[in-house]
């Protein structure tokens, strides 16, 4: 059975290769992105195999749907860029809902101290023996209220790992769980009483622009934000503003609203035609990283184990319920 795999880095046929072999599915790699332009090198495939900024709308969806398409396999946990209701019927689209989520929280912890204790610049300064630390002072995270929003399994991840730290943890989700390590609180009280706020939910109707102009004047002046969750989340133009009127102590973004043109790419020798990216990039309180939370060795493995278990369930027409968000009527 055949898979076109689309937005192909090289990290990613370490482990799809091998394990495709075992399974007996026979993939071809495109580097390029699943578009309208691109849908069309998909037949002849049985599935298509995509990532976080390939476009599944319901253009594409037809498209895949007349050159045979059956299955849409997601390398990933998020889905806010599949139309499911245009899928809905047409295809088995599955995703890959936990693969290691104490990578990306792990990578969370990694922005808020890196951030706050600029880490980033340091690292800068002592390569061009510049060993000032002028500038660099952070905050002592024991005492201080982080507010975690979006208690899934990133989220629940995250409070394990920030256990150790001294602080006091509040968080907000619509649909809280028992038992967890931290105080729920409304929305609005976890971004009036919290220093550091950590996103941990996925992007939906709801939580689009959820940090923007009004909750960013809620926020503690001095406070810091990381998101690991999805670029939309955070209002871009709010964000800028705030930053420009020296609200946060630091600024970490995994994620950004526009990312799908630049980040996994290396667009070091051309010019930015993104005035916002841009402008994010000169704050020395600001670190970006390119959507990197999930890349460790384990995750990259589960996720090529899930997506081809995947693939065989749809075959078999037995997709786990966990992993599957729409079905095709057979
Ligand atoms: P999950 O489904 O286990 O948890 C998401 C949680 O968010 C749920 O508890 C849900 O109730 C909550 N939620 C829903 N709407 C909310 C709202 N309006 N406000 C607050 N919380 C809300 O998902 P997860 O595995 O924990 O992943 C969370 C998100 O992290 C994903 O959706 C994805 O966007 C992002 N992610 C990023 C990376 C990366 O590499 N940066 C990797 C994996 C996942």
Redesign the pocket.
């Known amino acids: 059975m055949k898979i076109a795999f689309y937005d192909t880095k090289p990290y990613d046929k370490i482990w799809f290769k091998p394990l495709a072999k075992e399974h007996n599915f026979d993939i071809t790699f495109f580097e390029t992105k699943l578009s309208r332009d691109t849908a069309i090198l998909a037949t002849g495939n049985d599935a298509v195999c995509i990532f ?1 900024n390939d476009e599944a709308d319901k253009e594409i969806l037809d498209i895949l749907h007349e050159v045979g398409v059956k299955t849409i396999l997601l390398r ?5 860029n599949v139309d499911l209701k245009a899928a809905e019927g047409r295809f088995d689209v599955m995703r890959v ?3 290691s ?1 104490a ?2 929280a792990e ?2 912890l990694t922005l808020l101290l890196a951030v706050n204790r600029n880490v980033h610049r340091a690292y800068q300064r002592t390569r061009d023996f510049n060993f000032s630390i002028n500038g660099l002072m952070g905050m002592t995270l024991k005492g201080k209220t982080i507010g975690i ?9 995250m409070i394990d790992v920030l256990q150790g730290f001294g602080m006091k943890i509040l968080a ?6 028992e038992g967890l390590k931290a105080e729920y609180v409304t ?1 609005e009280e976890l971004f009036k009483r919290s220093d550091i706020v950590s ?6 109707d ?2 689009r622009h ?1 940090v923007n102009a009004d909750t960013i004047k809620m926020m503690k002046q001095g406070s810091i934000i990381v998101n ?3 670029g939309a ?1 955070v209002d871009t133009t709010a964000l800028v503003e705030a930053l420009k009127a020296g609200k946060f102590a630091g600024v970490a973004l ?2 950004y609203e526009e990312e799908d043109e630049y980040f996994f790419e290396d667009r070091s020798n051309e010019i930015i035609s993104d005035d916002e990216l841009s402008r994010l990039l000169t704050f020395p309180n600001v670190l970006i990283t390119s ?5 460790t060795t384990e ?1 990259m493995r589960a996720i090529a184990e899930t997506t081809l278990n995947n693939f065989e369930a749809s075959l078999k027409n037995e997709p786990d319920p966990k992993n599957t968000l729409t079905k095709r009527e057979r």
């Open positions: 976080v990933c946990a998020g889905y806010d809902p936990s693969y989520p990578a990306v990578f969370a929003v979006g208690t899934g399994k990133i989220g629940q991840a907000y989700d619509p649909y809280p769980v929305k996103f941990h939910c996925p992007l939906t709801e939580t959820i690991t969750s999805r989340i995994d994620v959507h990197q939370a999930f890349f995750a």
